[in-house]
């Protein structure tokens, strides 16, 4: 099991575990191989920002990584951004902010908050304004790479988008 801390290390090296490519499923059940998606990593932790980014090219996804949520909306300004994953606490503006942003500009991004704060009103609110899905660190790396690949068959031409 690959696990991520809050302090951002991995319990399992990651040449240990197996990961999916990125795939789509198709009619018939046939599955197609994606070209490289690209996942937004937003944290104003080193450590989460570093482990998230390596777990996620290890299962074949292009990662922008983003210490300060204003880099990432000046990004969003000039490319698609089919998933984010978002901290929901950092300093000068709040997930939460962040995500009132991607509603006005590009609502059918697909976000995933990560937090190392359990908040129950924090995650019934996020969840109403449209958030795709709500992790608590420490979090199963199968788990986030799961949500991941959802987001996007959502995110995709054909999907519920």
Do not use: Y
Not at 97 to 111: D, G, I, K, M, W
Not at 112 to 137: N, R, S, W
């Amino acid at each position: 099991m690959l696990t991520i801390l809050t302090a951002g290390k991995f319990l399992a090296p990651l040449m240990q575990t197996k990961i999916k490519p990125t795939e789509h499923k198709l009619e018939h059940n046939r599955v197609e191989i994606l070209p490289t998606a690209v996942v937004c990593l937003v944290d104003d932790d080193p450590s989460v920002r570093k482990s998230g980014a390596r777990l996620l090219e290890a299962a074949g996804f292009k990662v922008h990584v983003f210490g300060e949520p204003e880099s990432f909306l000046a990004h969003l300004a000039i490319h698609s951004v089919p998933v984010v994953l978002l901290d929901i606490w950092m300093e000068g503006m709040t997930g939460m902010e962040v995500l009132a942003h991607l509603c006005a500009r590009s609502p059918q991004t697909r976000v995933i908050f990560i937090t190392g704060h359990e908040d129950h009103g924090a995650q019934a609110t996020v969840m109403q304004a449209g958030a795709f899905a709500f992790l608590i660190k420490p979090f199963d790396g199968k788990q986030l790479l799961a949500l991941v690949r959802r987001a996007l068959e959502t995110f995709l031409p054909g999907g519920n988008s």
